[in-house]
């Protein structure tokens, strides 16, 4: 069975303080792996997608590895707009189109 | 492009009353999914269309129904609402990018159901 596990639930940074967020995935066949942002009250917003182990992407701040067990969200220096909910996703060659969430990492950067 | 819409973006409804949550994309996209997000759950997938006319089950698709008569809109169709419907309602389109599809999401629809 398809499945997505974040890690930590919750995160508390000082601003500047660079950490990681971490999904953890078991699935049949990698399609490709998806990290969307999500804001209190809104849609999650797209942010990455990584299509086979040893990729990276980075946006800002942010950078996102893959290998073939968890996928790492790498937040460098930190400001206090970057928190959000931080959501992972997985979509598996079996399943055409279908994405498995994990429950997300929620990320308070204080100033 | 407006992207994902939906609407409503808040709902209060009594056991037993039925509605229809809609979603409209104008990106041409043909890929049209709804997801419900509990407190702590994560988003769960309950049904999913590939095109107009085609529509299928996702993980949770008890009490709910669906329809795909155009591209760019899929409604949602609660009947004999329940307490358990209580969530939130997020609309999401994809289109296809070497083989995996990047969802996009609309800013959702937040149902209480009393």
């Known amino acids: 069975e398809d499945q997505v596990t974040q890690s930590p639930e919750a995160l508390r940074l000082q601003e500047g303080e660079s950490s990681s967020l971490n999904c953890s995935y078991t699935?049949?066949?990698?399609?490709?792996l998806f990290w969307y942002r999500q804001d209190p009250g809104k849609g999650p917003e797209f942010l990455f997608t990584?299509?086979?182990a040893g990729e990276e992407k980075e946006k800002e701040r942010l950078k996102a590895t893959l290998t073939k067990k968890e996928s790492f969200l790498h937040i460098t220096a930190p400001k206090p707009e970057d928190s959000a909910t931080y959501l992972c996703a997985v979509q598996s060659s079996s399943n055409t189109g279908k994405l498995i969430f994990g429950q997300g990492t929620t990320l308070q950067v204080k100033p | 492009n407006a992207g994902v819409t939906q609407t409503p973006k808040f709902r209060i409804l009594k056991i037993g009353q039925s509605m229809t949550l809609q979603c409209a994309q104008d990106?041409?996209?043909?890929?049209m999914y709804w997801y419900r997000q509990d407190p702590g759950m994560g988003l769960k997938l309950i049904y999913y269309?590939?095109?107009?006319?085609?529509?299928d089950k996702g993980e949770v698709p008890n009490g709910y129904n669906v329809s795909r008569s155009t591209t760019e809109d899929f409604p949602l169709r609660l009947e004999l609402a329940a307490p358990s419907q209580t969530s939130v309602y997020f609309c999401a389109s994809s289109t296809t990018a070497k083989g995996a599809d990047t969802q996009y999401f609309g800013p959702g629809t937040r149902l209480t159901v009393l």
């Open positions: 269309s590939v095109g107009a006319g085609i529509t």
């Open positions: 990106m041409n996209h043909n890929y």
């Open positions: 990584l299509y086979s």
């Open positions: 699935v049949s066949g990698l399609r490709g």
